[in-house]
């Protein structure tokens, strides 16, 4: 029985023990999603590096085959307590001709130093068995098309899955869309999409667009677009069924993948906004002419191509001495037209007079334009004349005067003293020192002023650190105080009673936080798929479980029409609570 016990305990270290020499250990291998392929059907071929980094790859010799690439994936998991990485390079191959075609190994050197080596790869490529399929590889193809292959950060490129054919299509389905890394993208609902004649190396092709997408890239480098898979249906007129004289023939087409590169915007001028596209400002003041105890209405409006969401509030270019300025509210309305993306941004502003006169205005709107490769500065200048009104402020002329007046005292018309009595009798007592000189109050009111500029040059210096700092990281900074605002929009609605303005509201200040918090893009953040944009943030699951939660109950409340005043209520609270914790 004893050694039966000491068996089982050999059994059982040994069973842990290859595991845990497994687990960790450094593989490169090639991976082929295809061992036999057709002729002009591409196929993917990958170098993964797993547990380690790679200094440096040798790709391998395609040996006749056509190859495009590398495109570049890094993954990461943790399963059991036990953490493994994966580093993969992929290329997309062509072959033109049968045969069949050897991939040679492929050399990476790690981080470490270690020089490892793939195993080489056997494909073999045929000819198509159907005469009619040959025929359709050759009068129909995908493409991939860019309206630009050279772009800045943040300017709007199309992506067109245009399909060119010289027979007959009756059907055509998406199968697998282009993924977009590093990107903002946004699928168009409307767009040209009639067949047009075009002429490709010679020969006449019908083309048409399938699905058009606006991409806007969020840093620099080169970026590879994915291939798209599209599953189209031919007639076949040689049908010899009587009850199907056309039959199908269904055909996979598949793109090949296309590279944009992405320059960073250098030398940013001063207030840029963050927009990049073409862009208008318009300024209207609802009184030019107002008393000292009203307010100034101001309302700007961007409109243009681009990305909307990423404009950040204009600056208005006002002396703080003359007016106090309350954070704005924003409404924003995203459209589509001429096959782009757009939209209009409105920043509703009031501003509180402080003083009486003629003041002015001068709000500053700046946007690159990727056209000119410039920065655009729109300015205008706007006045506003202010009288005094129950609340007195003094004018400019007062506070001018008020500078220079010197204060007389009027002499008294009797003597302060009178002295009758001779000097001799007179008596004298000690003067009381003053309570007030070389106290500490007295030293607090000298020396408080010259904290107080100290301070204000601090504080100056901190704004101007902070203007310098990047776009992203000014929106995360900036994103408590915008959610704010969607909340005090979302407030007005509550007590309105007005429910479609309220939920939507909610809805716009919980997505904003999240994208401006998280620099996810606004385009990209549904409520769908929220819950896997956060989760790859490592956001905790019982806030992303609140969030979610929230958004549903919005979403829900806008088919239903809910006007339920408490659960408005209830709303509001947990959506402020929420973001509190976020922050």
Request: net charge neutral; charged share 20%.
């Amino acid at each position: 029985m004893k050694a039966i016990k000491t068996s089982y305990l050999i059994l059982f270290f040994c069973i842990g023990l290859f595991p845990s020499v497994s687990l960790g250990q450094v593989v490169f291998e090639a991976v082929c999603n295809a061992s036999e392929v057709l002729v002009g059907n591409p196929f993917e071929v990958s170098f993964q590096l797993k547990n380690a980094k790679v200094k440096k790859l040798d790709p391998p010799s395609f040996n006749g085959l056509q190859a495009q690439g590398p495109s570049v994936g890094q993954s990461f998991s943790y399963v059991n307590g036990k953490s493994s990485t994966n580093e993969s390079y992929s290329y997309y191959v062509v072959a033109n001709k049968p045969g069949t075609y050897k991939i040679g190994a492929a050399k990476v050197i790690t981080n470490t130093g270690q020089t490892l080596r793939s195993k080489p790869i056997t494909v073999k490529v045929v000819e198509k068995k159907s005469t009619a399929n040959s025929e359709i590889a050759e009068k129909v193809f995908l493409r991939t098309e860019l309206s630009n292959t050279d772009a800045v950060v943040g300017e709007q490129i199309t992506v067109d899955i245009r399909i060119y054919t010289q027979v007959g299509i009756e059907q055509t389905e998406l199968i697998k869309e282009p993924s977009f890394e590093n990107m903002f993208s946004h699928y168009l609902r409307s767009f040209a999409d009639k067949p047009e004649i075009v002429v490709v190396d010679g020969e006449q092709y019908y083309t048409q667009i399938l699905r058009r997408i606006v991409v806007f890239p969020s840093k620099p480098g080169t970026i590879v677009v994915e291939p798209a898979i599209v599953e189209v249906g031919i007639a076949n007129n040689n049908g010899r069924s009587i009850f199907n004289p056309f039959r199908l023939i269904s055909h996979t087409l598949k793109s090949l993948p296309v590279e944009l590169n992405v320059k960073e915007l250098g030398g940013a001028a001063s207030g840029f906004s963050g927009a990049v596209g073409a862009y208008t400002m318009q300024a209207h003041i609802a009184k030019n002419n107002i008393s000292s105890d009203e307010v100034v209405e101001l309302t700007l409006q961007v409109r243009g191509k681009g990305d909307i969401k990423q404009v950040l509030v204009p600056n208005l270019g006002i002396n703080k001495k003359y007016f106090d300025q309350f954070p704005p509210t924003v409404n924003e309305d995203i459209r589509e037209g001429g096959g782009l993306l757009g939209g209009i941004k409105e920043f509703h502003y009031v501003l509180t007079p402080k003083a009486a006169g003629a003041l002015t205005i001068q709000p500053k709107f700046v946007f690159f334009d990727p056209e000119t490769k410039q920065f655009i500065t729109i300015d205008t200048t706007l006045q506003v004349q202010v009288t005094q009104g129950k609340n007195q402020l003094p004018s400019k002329a007062e506070r001018d005067a008020a500078k220079k007046e010197v204060f007389v005292v009027d002499e008294p018309k009797e003597d302060l003293m009178s002295f009758k009595a001779p000097l001799a009798e007179a008596t004298f007592s000690p003067q009381r020192t003053s309570f007030f000189l070389g106290s500490v109050i007295f030293w607090i009111l000298t020396f408080l002023p010259f904290l107080g500029l100290l301070g204000l040059f601090k504080w100056k210096e901190k704004q101007n650190n902070l203007n310098n700092l990047p776009i992203a990281e000014q929106r995360r900074n900036n994103a408590s105080s915008e959610a704010s605002i969607r909340l005090q929009s979302a407030k007005q609605a509550l007590m309105q009673e007005n429910s479609k303005d309220f939920f939507n509201e909610i809805s716009k200040a919980l997505l904003g936080f999240i994208s401006d918090k998280y620099n996810i893009p606004t385009v990209e953040l549904t409520k769908s798929n929220v819950r896997q944009k956060l989760i790859k943030q490592e956001m905790s699951v019982e806030k992303i479980d609140s969030l979610v939660s929230i958004l549903q109950t919005c979403e829900m409340a806008l088919f239903a029409g809910l006007t339920n005043t408490e659960s408005m209520e209830k709303v509001y609270h947990e959506s402020e609570a929420l973001i509190q914790l976020m922050s």
